[in-house]
C-alpha cells in the first residue's frame, strides 16, 4: 500500500498540471475574497459596529469555504477520474491484482493520497484569510471548525469519486459521472428540497457543511461526513474485489 501511496502522491504532486490548476483555483478564490471584504466593509460603513452584526469570520471566511466546497464540484471529479478508471483502461489493474496488496491497500493507499491533495486544496483556500489577522482578529475556533467542515466535505466528495472511478474503464465517463451525481446534489439542494423532506435533509451533505461553517461542531454532521466516506470506499473495494475474483 505504501508503494501505492507514494505513486499517487507523485502523480499529484509531482505534476505541472495539479500546481497550474492549485494557482487558477486560488485566484479564483482571491477575487471571491476581495469581493466578500469589499461587501463586509461596506455593511460595516452602514450599519457600524452592532452587536448583531456577524464577525469577519462569519462574513467572509465562511463563504469563501462554501465557495470552494462549490469549486470542489468541477475539481474532485478531476482528480479522481484516473484513479482506478486509468489502471483499468491501460491493463495495470490487473498487474496490481497479481501483487500481495489486498483490493482494501489498493483503494486505501489511491484515497490516502487524495486526501492529501485535497488537505493542499483546503490549506490553500485557508490560507487567503489567515492574512486577515494582520488587520484584525479573527474567531479561531470558528475558523478551524469551518476548515475541518470543508475539508469532512471534500474527504466525502472524493470517496464518492473513487467509487465512480472504481465503475468504469474511461477516466472521462468516470468524471461524468462524479459531476452529473453532484451536479444532481446542488440542484435539489438549491431547490430547498431537504427543507421539506426530512431524510433529504439528513442526506444533503450541503446541511451539514453549513452548520460546521457557522462554527457549530456537531458529532451528527461530522459523522456524516465519515460515514459517507467509509460507505463509498467500501463500494469501491466491494466493486474492485469483485473484479479481482472474476465475478464482476
Not at 500500500?1 to 482571491?30: C, N, P, T, V
Not at 465517463?173 to 423532506?197: G, K, Q
Not at 460546521?212 to 466491494?238: E, H, I, K, Q
Amino acid at each position: 500500500m505504501g508503494e501505492i501511496l507514494r505513486r499517487e502522491l507523485g502523480a499529484y504532486f509531482g505534476s505541472a498540471a495539479f500546481w497550474i490548476g492549485l494557482a487558477i483555483f486560488q485566484l479564483l478564490l482571491a477575487f471571491l475574497f476581495l469581493s466578500t471584504l469589499e461587501y463586509y466593509g461596506r455593511i460595516q460603513l452602514a450599519f457600524g459596529r452592532m452587536d448583531y452584526l456577524p464577525g469577519v469570520t462569519g462574513m467572509v471566511a465562511a463563504p469563501l469555504f462554501e465557495h470552494t466546497a462549490l469549486f470542489s464540484f468541477f475539481l474532485v471529479p478531476l482528480l479522481t477520474m484516473r484513479l482506478l478508471a486509468e489502471e483499468r483502461r491501460v491493463g495495470t489493474l490487473r498487474f496490481l491484482f497479481s501483487t500481495p496488496v489486498s483490493v482494501a491497500g489498493i483503494c486505501l493507499g489511491k484515497y490516502l493520497a487524495l486526501a492529501a491533495a485535497l488537505l493542499a486544496l483546503a490549506g490553500m483556500a485557508l490560507l487567503i484569510p489567515l492574512t486577515l489577522l494582520a488587520a484584525t482578529p479573527l474567531d479561531l475556533p470558528h475558523l478551524a471548525c469551518a476548515f475541518l467542515g470543508l475539508w469532512l466535505f471534500l474527504l466525502a466528495l472524493g470517496a464518492f469519486g473513487l467509487f465512480c472511478s472504481a465503475l468504469t474503464a474511461l477516466p472521462v465517463a468516470s468524471a461524468t459521472i462524479t459531476y452529473v451525481s453532484l451536479l444532481l446534489l446542488w440542484i435539489l439542494d438549491r431547490a430547498d428540497v431537504a427543507d421539506e423532506d426530512p431524510l433529504a435533509h439528513y442526506l444533503s451533505p450541503f446541511v451539514h457543511l453549513r452548520v460546521l461553517l457557522r462554527g457549530v461542531l456537531g458529532t451528527v454532521d461530522v459523522v456524516y461526513f465519515l460515514l459517507a466516506v467509509v460507505v463509498f470506499l467500501t463500494l469501491a473495494v466491494w466493486r474492485v474485489g469483485g473484479e479481482r475474483r472474476g465475478v464482476l
